[in-house]
């Protein structure tokens, strides 16, 4: 693969966010938080639950904004919703009353994409996922795996320039999981978008990321970052590799301290 460009892509500077709790207490979710994420950079989060992780992304796609501090994207301030980043959710988001090539379609309808155009891009990001013949089935007629296909086919459709992932394949079965972390890291080889991915799983930030952050326990931050070097293009063969072990130790010693913490914080 290229190397990777260093135009920054997204900017996080210092951003806290504080919510208020049932009893208007404080919930500082993120606190003092910066990070760049450059062009064309894959990046993972991974920490333990309550750490700020859906939070961060949310600020970052504009559907919230931090309490101070601020994101730039492509050096503008993120100010609302911002139509450039694609999200992706673990529930998957879809339209149930229409088929998936409508919802596919969605989003370039919406940009009034000539018909033709829009027919054309749908067709060939529903084979990119691969759910030939499935053009005119409706959501609950398709499996979970298949319904995250129809997410990701409709994200990559509207050409985003940022894509974000909150978990998307958290409510999958094993194997489904891995065949489409496979189809994501081949998306990704291919066309280079900016991705912040959110897991639990650290054998999938592993498979997928250029770079992996580390959050720590709330408020979040970051414990650490690790750069993977794990060579592309990457299937699961890369697991057996002794690199991918220590890389994998690291960050479950670094996962494995936050976590204890967190369940301190709960027991307080
Ligand atoms: N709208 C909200 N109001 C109050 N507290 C919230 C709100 N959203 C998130 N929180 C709190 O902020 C913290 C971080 O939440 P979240 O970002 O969802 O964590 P994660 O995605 O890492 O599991 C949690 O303690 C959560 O309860
Ligand atoms: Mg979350």
Same mark, same amino acid.
Not at 144 to 147: C, F, I, L, V, Y
């Given at each position: 693969?290229?190397?990777?460009?260093?135009?920054?892509?997204?900017?996080?500077q210092d951003?806290?966010?504080?919510?208020?709790g049932?009893q208007k207490?404080?919930?500082?979710?993120?606190k003092?938080l910066?990070?760049n994420?450059?062009?064309?950079?894959f990046?993972?989060?991974?920490?333990?639950?309550?750490c700020?992780?859906?939070t961060?992304?949310?600020?970052v796609?504009g559907f919230d904004?931090?309490?101070s501090?601020q994101?730039?994207?492509?050096?503008?301030?993120?100010?609302?919703?911002?139509?450039e980043?694609?999200?992706i959710?673990?529930?998957y988001?879809?339209?149930?009353?229409?088929?998936?090539?409508?919802?596919?379609?969605f989003g370039m309808?919406?940009?009034?994409m000539?018909?033709?155009e829009?027919?054309?891009?749908a067709?060939?990001?529903?084979?990119?996922v691969?759910?030939?013949?499935f053009?005119?089935?409706?959501?609950?007629?398709?499996s979970?795996?298949?319904?995250q296909?129809?997410?990701?086919?409709r994200s990559?459709?509207?050409?985003p320039?940022?894509?974000?992932l909150?978990?998307?394949? +958290?409510? *999958?079965?094993?194997?489904?999981?891995? &065949?489409?972390?496979e189809?994501?890291? !081949? =998306?990704?080889?291919?066309?280079r978008?900016?991705?912040?991915?959110?897991t639990?799983?650290i054998?999938? +930030?592993? *498979?997928?990321?250029?770079?992996?952050? &580390?959050?720590t326990?709330?408020?979040? !931050? =970051?414990?650490?970052?690790i750069?993977?070097?794990?060579p592309?293009?990457r299937?699961?063969?890369?697991?057996?590799s002794?690199?991918?072990?220590?890389l994998?130790?690291?960050?479950?010693?670094s996962?494995?301290?936050?976590?204890?913490?967190?369940?301190e914080i709960?027991?307080?």
């Open positions: 693969m290229d190397p990777l460009s260093n135009d920054v892509k997204i900017s996080i951003v806290t966010k504080i919510f208020y049932k207490e404080e919930v500082v979710a993120l003092n910066s990070l994420v450059r062009d064309g950079e990046l993972v989060i991974v920490g333990a639950s309550g700020g992780k859906t961060l992304l949310n600020l796609a904004a931090p309490t501090g994101i730039l994207l492509d050096e503008k301030p993120v100010t609302g919703i911002t139509p980043c694609g999200m959710f673990q529930q988001a879809l339209f149930p009353w229409k088929t998936v090539q409508e919802n596919v379609e309808k919406m940009k009034r000539p018909h033709r829009r027919k054309e891009r067709a060939r990001f529903i084979d990119i691969s759910l030939n013949g053009e005119k089935s409706y959501p609950h007629h398709l979970g795996g298949m319904k296909r129809v997410s990701i086919a990559l459709a509207n050409d320039k940022v894509m974000l909150d978990e998307p394949f +958290a409510a *999958l079965d094993a194997m489904t999981r891995q &065949v489409l972390q189809q994501l890291v !081949r =998306i990704y080889e291919k066309h978008k900016t991705i912040i991915f959110i639990h799983s054998d999938e +930030a592993l *498979l997928l990321s250029s770079r992996i952050m &580390v959050m326990a709330r408020p979040g !931050r =970051i414990a650490q970052e750069v993977n070097d794990l592309h293009p299937n699961a063969d890369v697991q057996l002794t690199r991918y072990m220590e994998k130790r690291t960050i479950w010693d996962v494995q301290a936050e976590v204890m913490k967190s369940m709960e027991a307080d």
